[in-house]
């Protein structure tokens, strides 16, 4: 099984400022890696898909950039609604597995 | 528009049954890989299993192989989880899932159906 570890486990910031979240994972997963945000009391949402795509409707300050092992994502500019905890993903082997998050707090 | 309506969760016993179902609708449900994923109270996504758009592949993860069921009737564009031999760390929101390209990459979840396990 594809372990993917997040950190940090919490990112402290203000709006405005950049959020930088990285994703490791225990081997390859080639680009096959996404992210997910999870707001309280709601499913996740896809940002990301196949390591740097933007998925339909996610606004530009959402980037990722990785291949292999090591992945992250950034949102620039960090605006209120992006307070969330957000979850990396890996569909390159079974079991498919998600990383144990991290949240984004003011 | 794409909806996907978990229902079937509630209360039941340690080692008792459950039959979860999710009502898709908005696209063509055939054509898409689907899959349950859920989140323990307070804890992180895990993927439980998935089905590919013909029903006849599935996959499961190692914490519920055996104990659970994937199944699909594309006629009722409906996807099903039956849960059996429960177990308190069963407990869960179960979410279903929509795959966007082949398997595993999810664009549409439901708003979940929560599953209790206690005596």
């Known amino acids: 099984e594809i372990v993917l570890t997040q950190s940090p486990a919490t990112l402290s910031l203000s709006p405005g400022e950049r959020a930088t979240l990285s994703c490791r994972a225990s081997?390859?997963?080639?680009?096959?890696l996404a992210w997910y945000q999870q707001k309280p009391g709601q499913a996740p949402r896809l940002l990301i898909y196949?390591?740097?795509n933007r998925a339909t409707g996610i606004p530009a300050r959402f980037s990722g950039s990785g291949s292999g092992t090591d992945f992250t994502l950034t949102i620039s500019n960090l605006e209120p609604e992006d307070f969330a905890v957000y979850y990396c993903q890996q569909r390159n082997n079974w079991p498919l597995t998600f990383g144990g998050g991290t949240k984004v707090e003011i | 528009e794409v909806q996907l309506v978990e229902s079937g969760g509630g209360l039941v016993q340690p080692g008792g049954s459950l039959r979860l179902s999710c009502a898709a609708s908005g696209f063509t449900f055939s054509n898409h890989a689907m899959s349950w994923v859920r989140q323990a109270p307070g804890r992180g996504l895990e993927w439980v299993s998935a089905?590919?758009?013909?029903?006849?592949?599935?996959y499961y993860a190692d914490s519920v192989k055996g104990r659970f069921t994937i199944s699909r009737d594309n006629s009722k564009n409906t996807l099903y989880l039956q849960m059996s031999s429960l177990r308190a760390e069963d407990m869960a929101v179960y979410y279903c899932?929509?795959?966007?390209?082949?398997?595993?990459?999810?664009?549409?979840w439901g708003q979940g159906t929560l599953v209790t396990v206690s005596s």
């Open positions: 089905i590919g758009g013909g029903g006849t592949a599935t």
């Open positions: 899932a929509r795959s966007l390209i082949g398997w595993g990459l999810f664009d549409y």
């Open positions: 196949d390591a740097s």
């Open positions: 081997q390859s997963v080639s680009s096959y």
